[in-house]
């Protein structure tokens, strides 16, 4: 196929589509990895850490002999929802700065980066719950972490309806 493109078109011609080819791919690799590396760290962090959340829960599954394509999606759903509220919380810090005229943004409180980091701490959690439930042993201090974690919160009933 390539023999008759060439002779169709001519050799120059060909390398020449194929050079803008490459330049375009190289092009669009460069944008992908410059998009990627203006991320603050703390969301490439919480993007590592549900992906590691992701890929260890579907290994204590598996372990578990209890895969469901249901659970799954609930899990991609709460993460999307997850990362909605991130992007929410940076918006909002955004407004705050544009809104008071200020011309350093690193004066304000980042409350979209002290949102992911708290979700960080959740995927983390989450992580050691599944290495837990997969056998792995887990170590007293967070075994600890993970009794709070999971323990309700000493309200009342009253208390939780409050403002609904």
Known sequence: MFTKMAYSYGESQMNL????????????????????????????????LMTIDILSGLGA????????????LFGM??????????????ILTYMVVVTSGADDYRLHVPAGGMVAGMFCMYEFISIIENCAQAGIYIPPILQRVLKINNEPLPFTKEQQNVGR
């Open 77 to 90: 759903v709460r993460k999307t929802l997850v990362l909605m509220l991130v992007l929410a919380s940076y």
């Open 61 to 72: 599954a598996y372990i578990m002999r209890n895969i469901s394509a249901q659970t799954c």
């Open 17 to 48: 589509e194929l050079k803008l080819y490459g330049y375009v791919m190289a092009a669009g690799v460069g944008a992908i990895l410059e998009m990627i590396s203006s991320i603050p760290a703390v969301i490439n962090a919480l993007l590592a």
